[in-house]
């Protein structure tokens, strides 16, 4: 622990650094800020933090800038409530009425919100289909020998896909199998349907070849690799930071953002454990040691859904960005309640 006059000027340092993105020095923090002491006691103060490690020196500049453990202090200790204005819940409240009318939409659009309001990196982790109950299956003619598949979850999820007809089937054939399947499914979690039910159906339909049709789309559905979706907002929001102005810089983040099952498994370690912030050299992932991670979970009904997240640089709004996924996350609960989730 430091004494509370370091505090103070620890503090000084990360916010003038996260509203100007240069070094900070002494001078300015006495110029700027009432600190109740001079200029040289300032540096001297900030030499010590340096040494204790909650300080940088970069280059040759003057100023320094918050190392990784001065970040995680501040956001532990030294930050300041910074609850949402009026006018930010109302750009929130008035995006989720027009642009959400569907369950599908929520999350895409939730993304697209948040690195919006932030002017960094979105990532929103869907909930897991198989939390989903089955809704219905329906087939569409397409043309003699082809129809549309569709299957359909209480959550909006859908899965469609061309099926062709086996011989000597019509599409009468399949509207039967979709009576079947709705009959024994409807209502049941995805989760738990298991052989046995699909038995059932097969029996009740007695037409292998139908069967084996149906079975393609529900395994689909059921595929553990899809139980999760990954949706991104603003990935060039980073090239407008000031850290990642060098292309080469933010290569290798965005190449990692590409990776849909890397940055999943990054939301899911943190699943469960409400608002986490990870900083700099934290992260376990060498592609973002130059950033920080803010992510929270949301539920419904005391169930857990996924997670919001927000990437960025070290330098980021951390009190305001955290304020903003408490929010967002009140609003996506009722969001989903309206769209009879």
């Avoid at 900030?46 to 001065?70: C, F, N, Q, V, W």
């Amino acid at each position: 622990m430091i004494d509370e006059r370091k505090q103070h000027i620890l503090q000084a340092v990360i916010q003038d650094y996260i509203s100007s993105a240069e070094p900070v020095g002494s001078r300015t923090l006495a110029r700027k800020y009432d600190l109740g002491v001079s200029p040289a006691t300032i540096r001297n103060e900030m030499a010590d933090l340096e040494m204790l490690g909650y300080l940088e020196h970069i280059h040759t500049s003057s100023g320094r800038i918050p190392s990784s453990k001065g970040y995680r202090l501040y956001v532990d200790s030294l930050l300041p409530v910074k609850p949402m204005t009026d006018a930010e819940k109302a750009i929130i409240d008035k995006w989720y009425k027009t642009k959400v009318q569907r369950i599908d939409q929520v999350f895409q659009e939730t993304a697209k919100l948040i690195s919006k309001m932030t002017k960094n990196v979105s990532l929103v982790l869907a909930p897991q289909i198989s939390k989903a109950a089955f809704k219905c299956m329906q087939f569409l003619p397409l043309d003699d020998h082809r129809v549309i598949a569709v299957l359909m979850t209480d959550a909006g999820f859908v899965e469609n896909r061309i099926m062709e007809m086996p011989d000597g089937a019509s599409f009468e054939d399949f509207q039967r199998m979709a009576q079947v399947a709705n009959g024994h499914l409807s209502g049941h979690t995805l989760e738990t349907i298991h052989t046995k039910s699909l038995k059932q159906i097969e029996s009740a339909i007695g037409d292998k070849g139908l069967y084996d049709s149906a079975f393609d789309l529900i395994s689909k559905a059921l595929d553990s690799d899809r139980r999760e979706r990954l949706y991104l907002g603003g990935t060039t929001e980073l090239m407008t930071q000031p850290e990642f102005h060098n292309v080469d810089k933010v290569k290798e983040i965005l190449l990692m953002l590409e990776e849909d099952q890397l940055m999943k498994d990054i939301l899911r370690s943190h699943l469960g454990d409400g608002l986490t912030v990870s900083i700099g050299q934290e992260n376990e992932y060498s592609g973002i040691k130059d950033c920080s991670i803010i992510t929270a979970t949301y539920h419904l009904d005391g169930e857990l859904l996924g997670s919001l997240a927000v990437l960025g640089p070290t330098r980021m709004e951390y009190g305001r960005t955290m304020s903003l996924l408490n929010y967002m996350n009140q609003n996506l609960n009722e969001v989903v309640k309206r769209l009879n989730w």
